[in-house]
């Protein structure tokens, strides 16, 4: 089965420290994975896509066919990263872009 | 820009009433659909519906409907609203396996 897995609820880390949000998925094929963000009381939006291989906010992905893995990485975390975030993975072939989303980790950088 | 709009941002319904959720979407993509959003569950897929007319069930369709009657229009219907369907629902759309736009989220209550 199609599924994603955020591992951890909450990272709390002091700004400037570096960053690491874990996601893992489980899929047969070969996925397109995402990850949206969430800022408290604003709307979820993307915010970076695998295939764009593309550095926003700072943050970057790489996807690990190997470990299945499609960890979010930030250098130096800003306070303006506190967030909820979210993995996604498309589901299967299906043109209707359904998306399977994780857990979500709450980031938490402290000043 | 794209919009998402949901009708109500906060709304209180009693057990076993009907409760009518709207979202509207300006960008004229063809799929559409609702989520919950939960803590610690992350987003869980209820319906989504790819055309007009057209629906199918995600993952959580159990005391729930949908209507599209028009393209831009997505309705998610409680038809008697229980406790355990008080949370947060998210309306987003999307063409074809694009990015996901979000709407601002009804936060609902059922006493």
């Known amino acids: 089965a199609q599924r994603v897995t955020q591992p951890e609820k909450l990272l709390s880390v002091f700004k400037g420290a570096p960053v690491e949000l874990k996601c893992n998925y489980s899929?047969?094929?070969?996925?397109?994975l995402f990850w949206y963000v969430q800022y408290s009381r604003q709307r979820l939006q993307l915010l970076l896509r695998h295939i764009s291989r593309e550095s926003i906010k700072g943050f970057t992905a790489d996807l690990n066919k190997g470990e299945t893995s499609f960890h979010l990485k930030k250098p130096f975390a800003q306070e303006e990263d506190s967030a909820m975030y979210y993995c996604a993975l498309i589901h299967g072939s299906s043109n209707t872009g359904k998306l399977i989303f994780g857990q979500g980790t709450t980031l938490q950088v402290k000043p | 820009d794209v919009k998402v709009t949901q009708s109500s941002r906060y709304l209180v319904k009693r057990t076993g009433e009907k409760v009518f959720l709207e979202c509207v979407q300006d960008m004229d993509h063809e799929n559409m659909f609702w989520y919950r959003q939960d803590p610690g569950l992350g987003l869980r897929l209820i319906y989504f519906?790819?055309?007009?007319?057209?629906?199918e069930k995600g993952d959580i369709p159990e005391g729930y409907s949908v209507s599209r009657e028009k393209k831009e229009r997505f309705s998610l219907i409680l038809e008697s609203a229980s406790t355990n369907q008080t949370s947060m629902y998210l309306c987003?759309?999307?063409?074809?396996?694009?990015?996901?736009?979000f709407g601002p989220g009804t936060r609902l209550t059922v006493l």
């Open positions: 899929y047969s094929g070969s996925p397109e």
């Open positions: 519906s790819y055309d007009v007319k057209m629906k």
């Open positions: 987003a759309s999307s063409f074809s396996r694009g990015r996901q736009f």
